[in-house]
């Protein structure tokens, strides 16, 4: 294809197909290479218009685009998604009749769809190749392309099997794309895909619109009860939790203190789970509580907030997770409430797993690097995007940026602390170290005489949440270690040495007492900071009707319109179907469906 004939037919399709006005970042660029025939490995932030990578060039190019999805719950929005602006689109997945089965085959047979979604098991089927040998491809498009990394953190042994894509399709162009990929898990997506060759186009992991905080956690659901109330009230947003039980009894939690809120795991029944999920992506104003089993690829871009109550393994699933907040590109939350209990559970975690120790020790690596994000110092943001391999500056949008943390010498409470764990043999837990140095005499330091050690009683200065606060940092810092197979006794490690006899100095972060949050006198729903009135007004009346609309045809409410394409609706109260067709996200066949609806609503209120 010509390549001046290929921009302007993208730009066009760009335009009028999906409504906006311009490509993004490396879109164009990618589109490009995928349309002429190039393979191209895509590493762009959640949110920053990934799909549209694949989409366009399957529709430029002949045959019907294949996109392997491991997601087969969303498979139904993604289609419902496309038919909404006028893309022929299927999927072909376990939940279908085999009559439906056999319609949509002959579809792509026939190439009278322009893209079908198939999860990599259905791919790896014999039916399913010949189906494809028998018709015309346009791409093979691989989303969530980290799953087939073995060091990531949600890898999916299906996915190592994709390479044969390239054998047994050696024309047709590949694109893999993910939005969470360190540089290591990048080359290994390279290697197993066989894209080694191909085009790599790394946007910037920056979420600018992201708010990171992270606070020490005392109440834990309390503390996540207030963070609701006084910053998100009325807003949808995700929690997860580490284990089932926790999800359901912080889902009732919630709903006990007036928040609507949904449970989500693995264990639940599969038709409840599936019902949840389709709660959360159709209907507004939901909290979803989910393990981590809930979530990839998610496509719900008015996710006001994400908040974690238990520490992630790694940077990559925090990244991952809280990256399913604000993809509409306004301002959004990620809140964690986290403390030495977390490390503790995910050390035993790593030490308890069936995997090698080679696989134990990048997962204490991740684990370490998670932790350093943490007890940072400095900025949150610069912490994280640093672990992708970005450099960057102060961001001046998260907790550490906005209440700059105080740093002390905590040299000579470190050595205490390291003396203590040394003087009880290294065989007893926190909560006993913590209570030899405050000096508080129980039965069980009677009994071992540790109330007549010369570390009895030396940080009677500090209360209990301090020395934790202390003792995490130091584990973070790789001085002291968990042992699980000894009650969860601490150790210390070759690394506490030199801080011990003097020679080194440890600059920690001063303890600060945990403030009660600020009820403000009316909800600080994000939409007032951007709308006047009047178009407050606007947004919610057209709010209302995508509702109705979305529930006449059975889809997602974003699927009908974004939030951010009804708020500049909302700005522009365009009276005229010329007026609207400028809008973003506003393509011709939403125009003709949508456009007299929306231009009667705006004409009546102004």
């Not at 490396?26 to 490995?41: F, M, P, T």
């Not at 999916?156 to 390479?163: A, D, G, T």
């Not at 409410?557 to 522009?572: M, P």
Request: charged share 25%; net charge negative; glycine share 8%.
């Amino acid at each position: 294809m010509d390549q001046l004939d290929i921009s302007q037919r993208a730009l066009h399709l760009l335009q009028t197909v999906f409504g906006y006005p311009a490509f993004r970042g490396q879109q164009a660029e990618i589109v490009e290479q995928v349309a002429n025939g190039g393979d191209a490995l895509v590493l762009m932030p959640t949110g920053g218009g990934k799909s549209l990578c694949y989409q366009i060039p399957a529709l430029l190019r002949d045959g019907v685009g294949v996109v392997v999805s491991p997601l087969i719950a969303l498979m139904q929005d993604q289609v419902d998604a496309l038919e909404e602006v006028g893309v022929r689109a299927a999927f072909l997945n376990s939940t279908q009749t085999w009559e439906e089965t056999a319609r949509i085959e002959r579809l792509v047979r026939t190439g009278q769809i322009d893209l079908v979604y198939v999860a990599p098991e259905r791919l790896m089927t014999q039916r399913c190749f010949d189906l494809f040998q028998d018709s015309k491809i346009a791409l093979f498009a691989i989303d969530e392309a980290h799953c087939v990394s073995q060091w990531g953190h949600d890898f999916r042994p299906e996915y190592i099997k994709l390479s044969i894509l390239h054998e047994q399709f050696p024309g047709v162009p590949r694109i893999a794309l993910t939005a969470t990929a360190d540089p290591q898990t990048r080359a290994e997506i390279a290697h197993r895909l066989d894209l080694t060759d191909a085009a790599q186009f790394v946007s910037s992991f920056d979420r600018p619109n992201i708010r990171y905080q992270i606070v020490e956690k005392t109440t834990g659901r309390k503390q996540l009860l207030d963070f609701i109330s006084t910053e998100h009230q009325g807003d949808c947003g995700i929690v997860y939790c580490l284990s089932r039980k926790k999800v359901e009894e912080t889902a009732e939690f919630l709903n006990e203190n007036g928040i609507r809120a949904l449970p989500y795991h693995a264990g639940m029944e599969h038709a409840k789970r599936a019902a949840n999920q389709s709660r959360f992506l159709r209907e507004e104003n939901l909290v979803m509580v989910a393990t981590i089993a809930f979530g990839m690829g998610i496509d719900k871009p008015d996710v006001r907030f994400v908040a974690h109550l238990d520490l992630p393994k790694s940077i990559e699933g925090y990244y991952q997770e809280t990256g399913r907040g604000g993809r509409d590109g306004l301002p959004a939350s990620a809140w964690m409430a986290y403390g030495l209990q977390d490390v503790v559970l995910q050390r035993r975690m790593i030490d308890e797993s069936e995997a090698d120790e080679n696989f134990k020790r990048v997962l204490g690596m991740k684990l370490d690097a998670m932790l350093g994000l943490c007890e940072t110092l400095s900025c949150r943001r610069v912490r994280l995007l640093d672990y992708f391999g970005e450099a960057s500056g102060p961001c001046g949008n998260c907790d550490t940026c906005l209440l700059p943390p105080v740093s002390f010498d905590g040299t000579v409470p470190v050595q205490k602390l390291l003396s203590a764990i040394y003087r009880v043999d290294q065989r007893f837990a926190a909560t006993h170290v913590i209570e030899v140095l405050r000096g508080v005499e129980t039965e069980r330091i009677k009994t071992w005489h540790h109330d007549a050690l010369s570390v009895f009683g030396v940080g009677a200065d500090r209360s209990e949440a301090e020395w934790r606060a202390i003792l995490r940092q130091v584990i973070a810092l790789g001085l002291v270690t968990v042992d699980h197979e000894q009650y969860s006794s601490l150790k210390l490690t070759d690394a506490a040495r030199p801080v011990l006899k003097g020679g080194q100095k440890v600059q920690l972060r001063q303890y600060q007492k945990p403030a009660k949050p600020k009820r403000t006198s009316a909800p600080k729903g994000y939409a007032e900071t951007f709308l006047e009135p009047a178009e407050q007004a606007i947004f919610d009346r057209l709010r209302s009707w995508r509702m109705g609309m979305a529930r006449e045809h059975n889809v997602a409410a974003f699927v009908i319109f974004a939030d951010a394409t009804l708020r500049e609706i909302a700005k522009v109260k365009p009276t005229s179907l010329a007026e609207l067709r400028g809008v973003s996200g506003v393509g011709e066949k939403k125009l003709v469906s949508y456009g007299g609806d929306i231009v009667a609503i705006i004409s009546e209120m102004v």
